[in-house]
Antibody
């Protein structure tokens, strides 16, 4: 499978953003789709995952409420929506496939929150 | 949550050196431990999964060992393309967590 993410976003505080992750090369409903955040100059933080078969999401602590994982299986695409954006949401967001280890990764989407 | 602690946070090494990075889990995770390499401006890629299994396409100079709480990533002979940041990650139970990373720099 290959994962291709949407392009960079520049948003104002309080706005929302929706990042897409399109899968190709394999049956979309056969795997787990994870989301990983990397703040500027920082390490990797697992945000949670969504079951591409059932659509059931699991969120890590700290990523509940404003963060929503969703799917559109008709176009083999996963989404990460973040609402009420804050400056500290500025980061690279990666989608990545896998249950016990993560492979392959999308190329990352930079979300910048600035007034 | 299970905490993952890597050491060192950074190291300087020369081409040809043997490099060892360690990762310690705050509780036993059996062999549910993975290693990733990230180069600047690029997405991470998996090197080792399940503590010691080499991902397809990864050079054999990379190896992993350990079980329980203590794990090691070894690069037997450092090559120019290996200068990068390395992360461990457990997949024992949710939430999966990463170590803070080890930056391998040129001496």
């Amino acid at each position: 499978v290959q994962l291709v993410q949407s392009g960079s976003e520049l948003k104002k505080p309080g706005a929302s953003v929706k990042v897409s992750c399109k899968a190709s090369g394999s049956t979309f409903s056969n795997y787990a789709m994870n989301w990983v955040r990397q703040a500027p100059g920082q390490g990797l933080e697992w945000m949670g995952w969504i079951n591409t078969n059932t659509g059931n999401p699991t969120y890590a602590q700290g990523f509940t409420g404003r963060f929503v994982f969703s799917l559109d299986t008709s176009v083999s695409t996963a989404y990460l929506q973040i609402s009420s954006l804050k400056a500290e949401d500025t980061a690279l967001y990666y989608c990545v496939s896998g249950t016990n280890w993560f492979d392959p990764w999308g190329q990352g989407t930079l979300v910048t929150v600035s007034s | 949550d299970i905490q993952m602690t890597q050491s060192p946070s950074s190291l300087s090494a020369s081409v040809g050196d043997r490099v060892t990075i360690t990762c310690r889990a705050s509780q036993s995770i059996s062999t549910y431990l993975n290693w990733y390499q990230q180069k600047p401006g690029k997405a991470p890629k998996v090197l080792i999964y399940a503590a010691s299994s080499l991902q397809t396409g990864v050079p054999s100079r990379f190896s992993g060992s350990g079980s329980g709480t203590d794990f090691t990533l070894t690069i037997s002979s450092l090559q120019p393309e290996d200068f990068a940041t390395y992360y461990c990650q457990h997949s024992y139970l949710y939430p999966y967590t990463f170590g803070q990373g080890t930056k391998v720099e040129i001496k």
